[in-house]
Structure formats: structure tokens, C-alpha cells
């Protein structure tokens, strides 16, 4: 039987364990567990993690080693994205995380958390020939043009769900003028990116993208449509959160990144000249997992 591999990913809404195999096919999961901490959000905001939320995070990264070794783990491998990135302190926290728990983080860069963000996609969302992969994360948003497996081109754009909300001001019901600020903040962005190829299918992944299918899709249909993500921004723009969360089936602070990731995913529909988007299950822990049961990535030894 293949061992059992653990990764922690510091993300920029979430804080994420995956424990699990790597078998034909993909990836079996064993344990799937995060804490959601708005790193990308208050980073921000902040310029850096607060001496509190370094505190919360270190305790977080404890927690998931003690889980990965109950479930038998042979390696846990952690690595961070754009909030830890971004922040001033970055050195300070990934110290206080290793110093307190034993386990080092790999602050990875943009085009890693790309490579593994494919990887991982495409497990449960195979493609061929040329299409446009992106993920979303609270604190910035991995677009790469593939071609199967292999990425041609890779931007990272600085407007993930917690950034813009941040930037907005968007913290209760949206207004006109925020909506507007949010819309421009990320028609800026994607003017940055090189020309699409003509009508690119669009394979994505990460929190935001699962959040949005799960709003739009309890039936688990993985296809979202440019008029579903439109009609989600114009019902999130008018309702409080605990409406969304009644209306969505989605948690409070997911319920927050409804608006401004229906505004990325449909703004990314428009750059490629395309009528919809594939979302994958899977993603950049799936990818690391992968990784590491190839001997590519290793891991803090349990």
C-alpha cells in the first residue's frame, strides 16, 4: 500500500491539511482539515501577520502535525503562499512556526504555486492542447497559459478575494462605489496579462473556484457558466452574509469571497473569449502530495 503523506499549505484565506495517498488515478484523501485565518486579508491591510495571528498560526501548525502523525503519516511537507509572501515579517513568522512546532516552511514562489496547482488539477480534470489554468486564493490569483502539462507563460496578479475585499472596504453589504472599485481592480490586473490564444478553455482550481461551485452547484457539476457567475454577483452585491450563507449553503467567510471571486472568474471568462470554466477538486496540496511520493518534494520526517 502507498504511505500516507501530509502537507500543510499556508494560504492566504485558509490554513490547510491534507493527509493521504498518492494511488492510480490520483489522490486518496485521508484527512482533509483547515482554519480559516484571512492572512491575505490582514496582510493587506497590515503589511505584515500580527504578533496574535502569528500566535493562532503557530498553534494551527502544531494541531495539523499532531493529526498527520494520528494518521500515520510518514512525511509532512508546509509550504506558504502570497499573505506569507507579502508579509514584512515573513522571516519572523516562519521562524516562530519552526522554532515552536519542528516543522520548516518553504515560502514558495508564484510559478511554484502554479506547477503545483496544475498537477494537482489536472488528477481530476485532465486536459490536452492549449488552455488557461487559474487559481485563486485570498491573496492573489496564479494564471498560466498550458499546454497539457506544461505551462507556457505564468502571471501572478495581486487580487485575491482578501486583498480586494481589503482594498474595497467591502465589510457589510456591498455599495455602488465598492463594487465599481472591485471591478476595476481586477479589469487593471488582467489588462496586465499577455493576449489569450483565441477561445481557451479555462481549468481552475483552488478555495475561491470550490466555493463558488459549491454556491452555484450542489448537484456537483464541475462546469460554471458566465451567466451563473454574473448572477452571482448581482445577488451577492445586494444581501448581508448570513443571507448568502442561507441562500448559498456556504460558510460566513466563504460567503465574503462570493462577490469579488465571481467578479475574477468572470472578468478571467471574458480575457479568453470562452462561455465557461471547469472547476478541479484538487489542487496545489494535491499537487505537493504528488510530488513528494515521486521523491521531488521532501518532507519534515514524522
Known sequence: MPPVLATADIGSNT?????????????QRVCNDSEWLSLGQVVSHEGEVPEALVRKLVRTI????????????????????EAIRRAGNHGDVMNAIEKETGVRVDMISPTREAELGLAGALCDRPKEGKFLFAESGGGSVQVAHCLGREILEESSLPIGTGVLIDQ??????????????????????????????????????????????RALHPDGDPVLWREELEYLT?????????TICARFGVKPKRADTLLP????????????????????????????????????LEGFRL
Do not use: N
Not at 490554513?15 to 489522490?27: A, F, M
Not at 457589510?172 to 481592480?185: I, T
Open 234 to 242: 448581482g445577488v451577492a452585491r445586494r444581501l448581508d452574509q448570513s
Open 261 to 296: 471571486g465571481s467578479i475574477i472568474y468572470r472578468r478571467l471568462l471574458d480575457y479568453a473569449r470562452v462561455s465557461h470554466l471547469t472547476v478541479s477538486l484538487y489542487g496545489v496540496r494535491e499537487g505537493a502530495l504528488l510530488e513528494m511520493s515521486e521523491g521531488r
Open 168 to 213: 474595497s472596504e467591502l465589510y457589510e453589504v456591498a455599495k455602488e462605489k465598492q463594487v465599481e472599485l472591485l471591478e476595476s481592480l481586477v479589469d487593471k490586473s488582467i489588462a496586465l496579462l499577455p493576449p489569450a490564444y483565441p477561445e481557451t478553455p479555462v481549468l481552475a482550481c483552488g478555495g475561491v473556484a470550490r466555493g463558488l461551485w
Open 62 to 81: 502544531a494541531s495539523f502535525k499532531a493529526q498527520a502523525k494520528a494518521f500515520k503519516a510518514d512525511k509532512l511537507y508546509c509550504f506558504a503562499t
Open 15 to 27: 490554513v490547510h491539511l491534507l493527509v493521504g495517498r498518492v494511488v492510480t488515478g490520483g489522490v
